[in-house]
């Protein structure tokens, strides 16, 4: 299947959807092409030929099968005539390298190199009343591309209940922003944390929760350290000024 192909057949793609919206009476069918991975040296490329009609998925090509899948009869019926065609299945196995790979490496090599790491921001949200489950925000800010991924650990383990995130969201400069909440009982001696996966990380970066004290008693301690700083400062600028004006002085007797 050539690159040719396939580019056209997203294009059908977003015409089929544009046609969908001037007429909710039309039959259409549609193709997605994907291509999914994670680690760096693209093993773990999985590449997927998905045919939906009016939005609904009929059959599938998944190179982790290696074959064709089918969600009702009509899907069966041509994945079972698919499947036992050696040139359509050499033909859909080889588009993992000769598409997926091929592109991403493409792709890899031209965002990475422009990539702008996160700034995560670890907080809490007490709720009304100051009762539990506690709310724990993870939010990620400033960053490109905006494809990025955020999860919750306890105690090491992925965290999959009471977790609410929202899309990558753009802030009108190139850059994105994403916030993941969670909602947890807080227990003695377990450690919460928040990962993010992201191109401009080589691995995952973990971020720690710390819930020795509150937010806002952090912020007040901080607040009060720096009036503190600040009022030693001044004190000892008046004493080194009124000492130098009580040396300058000349005593004269009556």
């Known amino acids: ?6 580019f056209n057949c997203h294009l059908i793609v977003t015409v089929s959807l544009f046609t969908q ?9 549609t193709r997605w092409l994907r291509c999914t991975y ?11 030929d998905n045919y939906h009609f009016n939005k609904y998925l009929f059959i599938q090509f ?10 009702n009869e009509c899907g069966m019926r041509n994945a079972e005539y698919w499947n036992n065609d050696t040139r359509i299945l050499q033909g859909e196995r080889g ?10 490496r493409n792709y890899d090599s031209a965002v990475r190199s422009k990539a702008v790491k996160p700034n995560v921001k670890l ?11 506690a709310v724990l925000m993870c939010s990620a800010y400033e960053f490109y591309p905006p494809h990025i991924k955020v999860s919750w650990l306890r105690d090491g383990k992925l965290m999959t209940s009471k977790v609410t995130s929202t899309m990558e969201m753009a802030d009108g400069d190139w850059y994105y922003q994403i916030h993941s909440e969670l909602e947890y009982s807080p227990k003695s001696g377990e450690k919460i944390s928040c990962m993010v996966e992201h191109a401009s990380f080589s691995k995952p970066m973990i971020y720690d929760w710390d819930p020795s004290l509150p937010e806002s008693e952090r912020n007040k301690i901080a607040i009060g350290a720096s009036g503190l700083v600040l009022g030693i400062v001044l004190a000892a600028a008046g004493l080194i000024y009124y000492k130098k004006k009580s040396e300058g002085r000349i005593l004269v007797s009556n």
Do not use: I, Q, W
Request: with cysteine.
């Open 62 to 71: 998944n190179s982790t099968l290696g074959k064709y899948v089918g969600f």
């Open 95 to 104: 588009d993992v390298d000769r598409f997926c790979k091929h592109n991403a």
């Open 123 to 133: 907080s809490s949200v007490t709720r009304a009343g100051g009762r539990h489950p």
């Open 1 to 6: 299947m050539s690159l040719l192909k396939l």
């Open 38 to 48: 994670k680690s760096p040296d693209l093993s773990d490329m999985v590449y997927t």
């Open 21 to 29: 919206a001037e007429s909710a009476n039309e039959y259409f069918t």
